[in-house]
């Protein structure tokens, strides 16, 4: 199990000492365009090693100590700065992929991809069309960290583990995302029993703060520290736990559409069956028509932008 | 099974995201006088909550939130700037603590005292002075990491697991502190088995070069990345887990000298036995003659600064 | 964190070995009537203490050793013979635990009793009345094994991980034991969408056959190897996570009912939130009309039996 | 990484359930000539695989699911009798053996072989022979599990976490087993600090005893509860971990012998680094005069009965 993170920033940092800590690769390459840097912070986390389950860990590129990864999770690119869209960091971005994706489809031509850097639904399909990889092995970490959000806030209010609340945000990882409602429930109790037109106004009030906390819980962060790391770490361990160990579990992470909801040639979130060979399934949800119209809406949304650009 | 971190910059949050992940605390309290970069941190850390083991997070201070706390961790503190030696950053950090303690002797009375705040091993002192707590509760960090670091590089250099090297940093941890050679083995292969000057010259420079990278690795890592951070988390950690799980293990912690070696009234590290009561015990290590008197010098260089101090 | 386990035959020394090597308890004392096993049991599992988080692991009895255990585990009685059905064991179990429980209520009066012995759910509700334990205080491990039967079953014929199923055994452990089949799905997909009497007649004839396999799972065990261990050891840990971590997770544990469904005064299974203080409260799920009149069968089964009982 | 275990008695499903519950494959395939009594174990273990992380587990033979298997670990055999000398089950557990080995040689041609049946130095010899496998690919449990008891013992008479005690038992897995005390030390103090003769009596019998318990350990446990499970159980997993990890420990494995202490061509334990490949490197000790001599006494006994087998 080797592992390969490009783009040691704060994000990538995070993901690096989740991923060593819970012992996720025997070797793990860490690569960034800033040596110095990276070549300190490897030299702090190779000193924790004799505390933890050791993983083998090296400074290097894809192109030499990273050859032949199981696993590339890009998380380079510029941070989105307080009050900017995540889409507005879309051209970037792309540069850099194209440079680093080269590398990658040369010396690690059956690697699982992890999309991390914004806007993550852009940055996914831009990698399937830069790699020409097979769709199952390009993953964006999507809306798996909304949705964990999304339970945690609603396990928050009803007092009990997040472990236990099934709710899901799908579509894209920004503004438009969508909040599944319909099927949202507690241990089997549906929070919205008879659909959202039927709750009461305060009930929907309180609902709908709960979803705007989830969307703009980025925002909030990253207004008060600057950027936001250590969740996204714990997000991509777990994706990568689950490919790891091929544990075939569901996560809404951003793929490429087929025509499921009447969505293609786009990626987005919705859940999926994660394994060892990446995606290996998408799940067909019953939504309800509204919810279909609104991840409609976020594909719309996503389509707009990834026209507007030369890929 | 309650902890407080007092102080959560780099090194603070580094403790906080490997504590959180090792699930080493039930409830866990966040104190720092950042209060909004604070808000932001914790908002951060607990949207990764749903991927691992649930603690209970809070923002909140000793006197509050934090009361009757089990063990108090203190990294509040001015970092150590580049070419700044450890105890240069002495009298700026000694007031911060006062002000921290007063509440830690009022609201946590019966709880252990994890100091990690540089110069540690004259903060442990003065944090003995300033609360009265009896000396088995007052924990420093010490020399565990440069430990930890010299086992790490001994390891490489062999091709063996650290596990399985078993040696010693004691005495300051900074530029007086000691190898002890003579007990250095690996799984039961004293490193160096006649002696120091039986040495033949080149493998004296080979290890004295293993010494001087432990010594330096601090500053090595400032140089490049500013700080150190993920190792001494993961140390923390480790002493954390010997205290909460009650595992008597031996660690090379700061804690106060009492005649051994003919050392008194200061704070330094050796190997002492920790245990849910704090430190249990001291373990009485035969030194050769060369390593006694260097750590009775390191004991005199620290004594030399604490007495410069108003406490 | 401290747990007494009564009763070292199969299912007790499972239980025990995973709730060691899975690090449950600081200390874990065993109790059983036959001591000379006993002590070579305890000693074969405290040889292996170097190779796992150690436990301090003693032999003894709640009276003395286990004094104010925070969790009482009892397995001790009868296991159940091929084709006996769970029912016609609670004689001779009754008076077993009669004497057990006396200690219990002396010396561990503020413990969580976890009640595992058969059949467990006249088992816990014996307990209840014997002790006078407040109801959230008196936990019968009920369906927990079944429903994790369940999911396992449900998610070996969809390819998917055990984890992504959400479904439920209710009712009793054991006959008359009821599958959830309106409320099952995999990651938000139903399993049943439109009413089992919408279902095609084969479909009916699989999901059926999953039902009785799940139900009928202890007996094909039973029938094979004598007695049946290894599972209810892993979900007895569960239980026990749940309530040292107080994770206010919902786990379908057996315990008193209070008029939900028209069912009182009896113990079974439905979903409850478990957490450092036992039972915190009970789900009250949608059922279908049909799977209602089943779970009241479910109880009125058991009310038959109990009233036989003289306790 | 895919695993086997032949032969699933009482030692065979503790490794099992040891090994699942501490995820240490990604499949594991369980091999008996019981089919219905393992068809039963089998169905109760995966009964548990809700609870923990996901392990494939197959019935089924090396020659079929178990083809190109990692590691087979080897416990089939005659359990030890009340009062029977390991030696004396030789015979019975070669011919077993050769039959099962057949099959490993050509369905597992580049696994390792774990063996644990006993009289475990004489049949990894005996495997090694058989098989023709390189001596680094063939790994007896050995005095791994002595090692553990004896380091278990000396913590407890201590009141030290056995994890700070460093001491190893050497030589033949039975009555002829070294003790060495000559390194033996706690934390880098020795516990025989001026050599075994400057003891006074008192202290030597001290010693004595908790030597004679160690190697007396199995049959006390046996006349107990009728043969030993736990212990080596997580013994075995031990080794599994520093293989599957690549972790490059020291363990006191048995191994082939080539000349060190001038013992050679038959296999006993001594410390050895374990890694992915098996068996990496021997370490050289500076054993005290006795020690060797009472190595050599070992190693002659083993030879003794290895020339009067036909192999
Ligand atoms: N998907 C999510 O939920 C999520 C959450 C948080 C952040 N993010 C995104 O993750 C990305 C990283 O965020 P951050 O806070 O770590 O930013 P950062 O600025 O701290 O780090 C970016 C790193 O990428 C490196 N880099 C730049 N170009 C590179 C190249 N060509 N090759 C290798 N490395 C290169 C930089 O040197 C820097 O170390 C951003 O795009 C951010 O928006 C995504
Ligand atoms: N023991 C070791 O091995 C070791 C290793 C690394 C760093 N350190 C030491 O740890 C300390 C922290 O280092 P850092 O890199 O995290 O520094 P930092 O500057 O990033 O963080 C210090 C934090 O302390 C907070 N703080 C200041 N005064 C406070 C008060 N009165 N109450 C609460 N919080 C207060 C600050 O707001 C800040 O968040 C330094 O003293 C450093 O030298 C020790
Ligand atoms: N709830 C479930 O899902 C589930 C699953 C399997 C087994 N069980 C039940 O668990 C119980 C134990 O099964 P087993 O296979 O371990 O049986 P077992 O016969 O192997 O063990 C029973 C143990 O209880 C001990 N014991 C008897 N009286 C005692 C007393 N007064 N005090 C202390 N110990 C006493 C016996 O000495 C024996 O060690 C049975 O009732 C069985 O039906 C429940
Ligand atoms: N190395 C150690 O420290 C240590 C410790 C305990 C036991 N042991 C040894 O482990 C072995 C097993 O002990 P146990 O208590 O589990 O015995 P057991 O009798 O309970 O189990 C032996 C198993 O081997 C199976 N078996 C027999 N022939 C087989 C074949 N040809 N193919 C596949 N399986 C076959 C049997 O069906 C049975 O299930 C014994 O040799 C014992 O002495 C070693």
Redesign the interface.
């Known amino acids: 199990r080797k592992g390969v993170i490009i783009g040691l920033g704060q994000v990538g940092l995070?993901c690096a000492?989740?991923l060593l800590?819970?012992?996720c690769f025997?070797e793990l390459v860490l690569q960034d365009i800033a040596p110095?840097?990276l070549?300190?912070?490897i030299?702090?986390?190779?000193?924790?090693?004799?505390?933890?389950?050791?993983t083998d860990l090296k400074m290097g590129t894809v192109a030499e100590e990273g050859k032949d990864a199981d696993i590339v999770i890009i998380t380079a690119g510029v941070a989105q700065r307080e009050g900017e869209s995540r889409l507005s960091l879309v051209e970037r971005n792309i540069n850099i992929y194209k440079k680093i994706l080269a590398d990658v489809v040369k010396y690690c031509p059956d690697s699982i991809i992890l999309v991390v850097s914004n806007p993550v639904d852009i940055m996914t399909h831009a990698t399937l069309k830069i790699t020409g990889f097979p769709s199952s092995r390009v993953i964006g970490s999507g809306t798996v960290?909304d949705t964990?959000?999304f339970?945690?806030l609603l396990?928050k209010e009803m007092?009990?583990?997040?472990?236990?609340v099934?709710a899901?945000i799908i579509g894209e990882h920004g503004d438009s995302e969508v909040a599944?409602w319909s099927?949202a429930?507690?241990?089997?109790?549906?929070i919205v029993?008879h659909g959202w037109e039927n709750l009461a106004s305060d009930e929907q009030d309180f609902l709908s703060k709960i979803y705007h906390n989830v969307k703009n819980?980025a925002y909030?962060?990253?207004?008060?520290?600057?950027s936001?790391?250590?969740?996204?770490?714990?997000?991509t361990?777990?994706i990568v736990k689950a490919i790891v160990?091929?544990?075939?579990?569901?996560l809404t992470v951003s793929g490429l559409m087929k025509g499921m909801y009447g969505i293609d040639d786009i990626c987005l979130s919705i859940?999926r069956?994660i394994n060892e060979k990446g995606i290996l399934q998408t799940?067909?949800?019953?939504l309800s028509p509204e919810e279909e119209k609104l991840l409609q809406n976020s594909a719309t949304i996503l389509k707009d932008i990834f026209k507007q650009l030369k890929i």
């Open positions: 995070a000492y989740s800590i819970q012992d025997d110095e840097k070549e300190g912070e030299m702090d986390l190779s000193h924790g090693m004799p505390f933890i389950s050791p960290l964990a959000r339970r945690s396990a007092g009990i583990d997040a472990r236990s099934h899901y599944l099927m429930n507690v241990g089997g109790v549906k029993p819980a909030e962060i990253i207004r008060r520290k600057g936001t790391s250590y969740a996204i770490g714990l997000a361990t777990d160990n091929s544990q075939e579990r569901i859940p069956v799940i067909n949800l019953t």
